[in-house]
């Protein structure tokens, strides 16, 4: 009796003191944002007249732009006169002249014309930066108060984000 006590006795003690222990595991978790940004360099040589050059117009490849993208993602447009020169959001109109944006599947068309009609001079160098976020960002963006019309403000919302949990393991 004493025997099958004490074994008893010391298969709780084992028991216990083998569930007591816990591993405390660190996990890191990284979340990127699903968004991204594309930098082209537009040459005045690739800008084509229209309408007795009342306006021009140059195509962007952008073979991430798919039809799906297309249809549900958000295309943001940004364009600056020079390498040092502010990025300004389309669509916009400024000094007589209406930028424009036209999204297709794997190309993004750039329109830049006259709001009187008249004749312009081609346009010069610029750059322009595309960001591509998800549907679902853009509206997670919109909720937090992020300007979409300032480049800025939106890069550093949709940068990737990492963190690290502690998680117990029984």
């Known amino acids: 009796m004493k025997r099958i006590t004490l074994t008893l006795s010391l298969l709780l003690f084992t028991l216990g003191v083998t569930t007591s222990c816990q591993d405390v595991t660190e996990v890191t978790e990284v979340y990127t944002t699903p968004a991204r940004s594309i930098l082209y360099n537009v040459a005045a040589n690739s800008w084509t007249p229209y309408g007795g050059n009342s306006g021009y117009t140059t195509s962007l490849n952008v073979p991430e732009i798919t039809g799906s993208f297309n249809e549900y993602g958000g295309i943001l447009v ?93």
């Open 78 to 170: 940004y364009i600056a006169f020079g390498t040092a020169a502010p990025f300004e959001a389309l669509p916009k109109t400024l000094d007589g002249i209406s930028y424009n944006f036209t999204t297709f599947t794997g190309s993004i068309e750039l329109d830049f014309q006259t709001v009187s009609g008249g004749a312009m001079t081609r346009p010069g160098f610029l750059q322009a930066k595309v960001v591509l976020v998800d549907a679902e960002q853009i509206a997670l963006l919109k909720a937090k108060g992020v300007d979409l019309k300032n480049y800025n403000a939106v890069m550093s919302t949709v940068k990737p984000i990492e963190r690290s949990i502690s998680v117990k393991v029984n």
